[in-house]
Structure formats: structure tokens, C-alpha cells
């Protein structure tokens, strides 16, 4: 088929190589254009652009799609000239006009890295986590004009157990989502409409949102750490220093929630105790906790906040 791929991040760049590894051609990429990043604010092609260039597939970088938005009566022809058979969406960051919707003959199909309708919007992956949902998975959804709620085409599920991290469950969503839009494009199968009962939403995560709250029960916090790490990453205060978690382990124990209760770095909740485990101080490089202790002493009775 010829297809138009529409993608931003690495979890995109998955299905781009898979469609291309099934023998779809792929007649343009359009991604978000190249921003600056890291520490030297230098500019930096999105890992989909990247792919895309290094698979030799031209590359568009709209800022808007809106009709009215500047350059957009070029882009809608662009777009048009294709002459495509369908669009694959993963994660691309924009929000596509009905009329770009309906160029293509069959449509935009969207990987959304949840099992609809459960956790529509911009940070699902996360939110499963966070919520202590039993799974997670990946919807291949026909596109229409709202959030997330095009009629199904495709489901596949991966398990979530008590050590699933936000990096792995990515990893594994990304591969389910480029083998299932695959399967998608050859079988054609019906659209489902998706149940109005059983909506959630995920929103668009903040650097707050990763600040502990010792108060709180101790498998919420385990759930925290696992799902914003690395990002926006969970972090403490001691004093007027931050200090970044980056992986804990509930463990048995009791205290004023905050407090540090042994010499192992296990830190009381609102119920029992989460271990410390990697950890990072400001100007410093993440580290075990056993080796941030050598080189700072934290005794018993310390207070996080």
C-alpha cells in the first residue's frame, strides 16, 4: 500500500520500520520539526525524522495542520498529492483537520498504546501504571475528529505486574502496536464502534506530578516511581536540596511518613516503607543507593518532604 506515516517519538519508530519491513511504501513521513534539546540546546531531528531520513523517505515538518494556520493551504495539497491508500499515526503531537482525515482512501489509522476506551488522551502508558491496572495494551483505532475515539480495529493486550516500569511497558507496547498496524493494513477488519462506558483519560504530565508525597500509601508511590521514571522522574526534597528517585522497592517498616528509618535508605509512607534504591543528587550522575550513602551520610530520623 502507499502510505503516509505520521510520527513523532521513539515509540513510533517501531511501526515505521515494521510497515516498511512489510513491503508498504511509504511515500512520506511528516514529523515535529527539529527543536532544540540536551544540554547544549542544540537542534535535533525527532527519532522518527531521523529514521525516516536514514530509510531514505522524504520528511515534512508542518508546525500546525489547522485549516488557517500559517502555510496550511500547502500543506492540505501536499498532503493530497500523495495520493495514498491510507495513514498511520503513532504518537505524531498534532491534531489532524477532518479534511486530511478523509484523504486518504482508507482513512488514518492510530496506534493509541492503550486499550480503548480505557485511557484516551496524552499519557496512557503512565496512567495504567499509576492506577494499578492489571494491563495495558495497543488500539488500532480509525481516526475521526475527536480525542481518541474512532471506532476500533485491532486490540492486542500486555500484562502489568508489580515490577513493570514505564520504559518496559513502552518497549513492548511500541512492538505490539507496529506488529498489530501491520495486520491491520492486510486484514482489513471491521471497525468497532468503541463503548461509551469505561472512558478514562490520561492527561499531559507536568514535572509536579513527580514529587512524592510520603503521606500516601506505599503502593502508590512504587506505582509512581515505575511509571514517571524517567520522565518527568519522581523526586524528594532533603531540605532545600532535590533529590531524584529513580527506582524503589516497598519493604517492611513503619515511621512518620518521610522519615528515613534505617541505614539501607528505607523511607516511611503513609503505610509502611518503600527502599530507596537509585537515587540522584543535583550535579550528579544517578547512582545505587548503597554508593550515593558512601559519599553522604543520611542517618536514621532524616526527614524527606
Same mark, same amino acid.
Given at each position: 500500500?502507499?502510505?503516509?506515516?505520521?510520527?513523532?517519538?521513539?515509540?513510533?519508530?517501531?511501526? $515505521?520500520?515494521?510497515?516498511? !519491513?512489510?513491503?508498504?511504501?511509504?511515500?512520506?513521513?511528516?514529523?515535529?520539526?527539529?527543536?532544540?534539546?540536551?544540554?547544549?540546546?542544540?537542534?535535533?531531528?525527532?527519532?522518527?525524522?531521523?529514521?525516516?531520513?536514514?530509510?531514505?523517505?522524504?520528511?515534512?515538518?508542518?508546525?500546525?495542520?489547522?485549516r488557517n494556520s500559517p502555510g496550511w493551504e500547502e500543506e492540505w495539497a501536499a498532503f493530497q498529492a500523495l495520493d495514498l491508500d491510507a495513514a498511520v499515526v503513532a504518537a505524531y503531537g498534532?491534531?489532524?483537520?477532518a479534511p486530511i482525515l478523509a484523504m486518504p482512501r482508507r482513512g488514518c489509522l492510530n496506534i493509541h498504546a492503550s486499550l480503548l476506551p480505557r485511557w484516551r488522551g496524552a499519557a496512557p502508558?503512565?496512567?495504567?501504571?499509576? +492506577?494499578?491496572?492489571?494491563?495495558?495494551?495497543?488500539?488500532?483505532?480509525?481516526?475521526?475528529?475527536?480525542?481518541?475515539?474512532? +471506532?476500533?480495529?485491532?486490540?492486542?493486550?500486555?500484562?502489568?505486574?508489580?515490577?513493570?516500569?514505564?520504559?518496559?511497558?513502552?518497549?513492548? $507496547?511500541?512492538?505490539?502496536?507496529?506488529?498489530?498496524?501491520?495486520?491491520?493494513?492486510?486484514?482489513?477488519?471491521?471497525?468497532?464502534?468503541?463503548?461509551?462506558?469505561?472512558?478514562?483519560?490520561?492527561?499531559?504530565?507536568?514535572?509536579?506530578?513527580?514529587?512524592?508525597?510520603?503521606?500516601?500509601?506505599?503502593?502508590?508511590?512504587?506505582?509512581?516511581?515505575? !511509571? $514517571?521514571?524517567?520522565?518527568?522522574?519522581?523526586?524528594?526534597? $532533603?531540605?532545600?536540596?532535590?533529590?531524584?528517585?529513580? !527506582? +524503589?522497592?516497598?519493604?517492611?517498616?513503619?515511621?512518620?511518613?518521610?522519615?528515613?528509618?534505617d541505614d539501607r535508605l528505607s523511607v516511611a509512607t503513609g503505610d509502611g516503607a518503600l527502599r530507596l534504591l537509585k537515587v540522584q543528587a543535583p550535579g550528579r550522575p544517578a547512582m545505587a543507593?548503597?554508593?550515593?550513602?558512601?559519599?553522604?551520610?543520611?542517618?536514621?530520623?532524616?526527614?524527606?518532604?
Open positions: 500500500m502507499r502510505l503516509a506515516f505520521m510520527g513523532t517519538p521513539d515509540f513510533a519508530v517501531v511501526a $515505521l520500520k515494521a510497515l516498511v !519491513a512489510a513491503g508498504h511504501e511509504i511515500a512520506c513521513v511528516y514529523s515535529q520539526p527539529p527543536r532544540p534539546a540536551g544540554r547544549g540546546q542544540s537542534v535535533k531531528l525527532s527519532p522518527v525524522h531521523a529514521a525516516a531520513e536514514a530509510l531514505g523517505i522524504p520528511v515534512r515538518t508542518p508546525v500546525k495542520l489547522r498534532l491534531i489532524l483537520p502508558i503512565q496512567a495504567a501504571i499509576l +492506577a494499578g491496572d492489571a494491563e495495558s495494551g495497543v488500539t488500532i483505532m480509525q481516526m475521526d475528529a475527536g480525542l481518541d475515539t474512532g +471506532a476500533m480495529l485491532l486490540r492486542g493486550a500486555v500484562p502489568i505486574t508489580t515490577e513493570t516500569t514505564a520504559p518496559a511497558l513502552h518497549d513492548a $507496547l511500541a512492538d505490539l502496536g507496529g506488529d498489530l498496524v501491520v495486520r491491520a493494513l492486510a486484514e482489513n477488519p471491521p471497525a468497532i464502534a468503541q463503548p461509551e462506558a469505561g472512558v478514562t483519560y490520561a492527561a499531559k504530565l507536568t514535572r509536579e506530578d513527580g514529587l512524592i508525597d510520603w503521606t500516601r500509601p506505599t503502593a502508590e508511590l512504587d506505582r509512581q516511581i515505575r !511509571a $514517571l521514571n524517567p520522565w518527568p522522574g519522581t523526586f524528594t526534597h $532533603l531540605g532545600a536540596e532535590v533529590l531524584k528517585i529513580h !527506582a +524503589a522497592l516497598p519493604t517492611p517498616g513503619s515511621g512518620t511518613p518521610g522519615t528515613v528509618l543507593a548503597d554508593a550515593f550513602l558512601n559519599g553522604r551520610k543520611i542517618t536514621p530520623g532524616t526527614q524527606f518532604s
